[in-house]
């Protein structure tokens, strides 16, 4: 008994007030501070809520957080607690990425993880070139967001980087899993920005475009885009090397026989997987490379939307025989959802985007007081700077971002501390490589 007591451990202190200060934001912030710069009374409660939620994720966890913020968002005055649930968890990326997880996830757990680190590592222009590997591995991938989601792409690639540190013997290595699931967001939240078509981004395109009186030029923003991404590829894989001092050695010595035969060819289950879940890539490229008006486009981002696609992708793996003569379908729920599924991730996935979209809701003031801000300092300034200071606030102060949130909450990145780390220094190196970019041009283009 006296060892039991000897060994009972309590909240540190500082563990206690971030708990107590997050529940203050979200509960209380509203209610003690005035409104201030046109915000409303709601505006405060809500923002109260956004900001509670950043500083528990930040300093606590993921999970009560976010069940907390439910009920805090439906009691602010801007909705109901039932309609915060439906609001939250109705949100399609939160459906989407529970069904990406799902298919990521069994498309690593059957083999393919350890099947393409063995292919990939055996290519004689990666031998004993660990640095010109993990540089392929981020600018093809990137460039591959051009027609692959983003989320669905960075979260089979969270899967495969767990299994290239697994099979290398870098499990316990925070460093190499850390800085390589960082340069994963990179990469992706780089390459899908090229062509925006399918995402925010384009709206986002035209009213600057607006904004600025020009029209919107897809070939020069690709041009632009892709010359940001291999360059702030490339300085990231320099930084783990030279500033992060990574250790690379395991993973140029390894010898891919260590992994056995199995892993020499793709086991038929996940041959299928890949085929049904390449074939939804296809659907839905094709659906939105379509012109307009066309049924099919229709069809597939009105109707059935993208987050459908990959729910229809995964339904179909769960009835498709796995090929394999075990009488089992591709997909085994019940082998697969306990890994696969993130559901931090899931939870700040809604909860973020859910909040984000009520403060820049004109009504509640928030957004209005941004702009009055803002404006005053754009005035007079040439459009090198109007770029560049936009560049660096929307890294320093970016919307929601289910990619982020993803990353964020991930189970294999517990370190807060890790993960902050070389996330700023990514996003850093991002707008180096933005403001070079932009800046060469801005000269030689106009």
């Not at 590592?121 to 991938?141: A, S």
Request: proline share 3%; hydrophobic share 50%.
């Amino acid at each position: 008994m006296e060892a039991a007591k000897e060994n009972r451990k309590s909240y540190s202190v500082t563990h206690t007030f971030n708990i107590c200060f997050t529940l203050f934001l979200m509960f209380g912030f509203g209610c003690i501070v005035p409104p201030f710069a046109g915000i409303t009374d709601v505006g405060m409660n809500v923002l109260g809520v956004f900001l509670g939620v950043i500083y528990g994720y930040s300093t606590c966890e993921i999970a009560w957080p976010s069940l907390f913020a439910f009920i805090a968002y439906g009691v602010s005055g801007y909705t109901t607690v039932g309609g915060a649930i439906s609001e939250i968890m109705g949100q399609s990326i939160v459906y989407q990425s529970v069904v990406a997880f799902l298919c990521a996830g069994a498309i690593t757990h059957y083999g393919f993880g350890k099947w393409f680190v063995r292919w990939s590592l055996t290519q004689k222009i990666f031998q004993g070139k660990p640095l010109l590997y993990i540089w392929c591995f981020y600018v093809v991938f990137g460039i591959a967001c051009i027609v692959i989601n983003q989320t669905q792409l960075m979260i089979l690639l969270f899967a495969i980087w767990i299994d290239i540190a697994d099979t290398c013997g870098y499990t316990n290595d925070k460093k190499f899993v850390y800085t390589g699931m960082v340069g994963i967001l990179l990469s992706t939240m780089l390459g899908g920005g090229m062509i925006p078509y399918t995402s925010w981004r384009l709206g986002l395109a035209q009213n600057w475009g607006e904004v600025v009186g020009e029209e919107l030029n897809m070939g020069f923003m690709f041009a632009m885009t892709l010359c940001i991404t291999l360059l702030g590829c490339t300085m990231y894989v320099w930084a783990m090397d030279k500033l992060f001092k990574v250790d690379f050695s395991r993973m140029k010595a390894f010898d891919v026989d260590k992994l056995g035969e199995e892993s020499r060819v793709l086991r038929p289950r996940a041959k299928r997987i890949i085929i049904i879940y390449c074939i939804t890539i296809f659907m839905v490229v094709l659906g939105n490379t379509l012109p307009s008006g066309m049924w099919f486009r229709t069809f597939i981002n009105k109707t059935v939307t993208v987050a459908g696609m990959y729910g229809i992708c995964a339904a179909l793996l769960m009835i498709m025989p796995s090929g394999e003569g075990d009488g089992k379908p591709c997909l085994v729920f019940k082998d697969v959802h306990r890994k696969a599924i993130n559901w931090n991730s899931i939870f700040m996935c809604g909860v973020c985007v859910t909040l984000a979209g009520a403060i820049t809701d004109n009504e509640l003031g928030i957004s209005t007081m941004l702009v009055d801000i803002f404006t005053p300092i754009f005035a007079g300034r040439s459009g090198w700077f109007v770029m560049v200071f936009t560049i660096i606030v929307s890294m320093i102060l970016p919307a929601a971002s289910s990619p982020a949130a993803i990353f964020h909450a991930h189970d294999a990145l517990p370190d807060a501390g890790f993960r902050t780390r070389y996330t700023v220094y990514a996003c850093l190196m991002s707008i180096v490589a933005a403001v070079l970019v932009f800046s060469v041009f801005y000269i030689f283009v106009g």
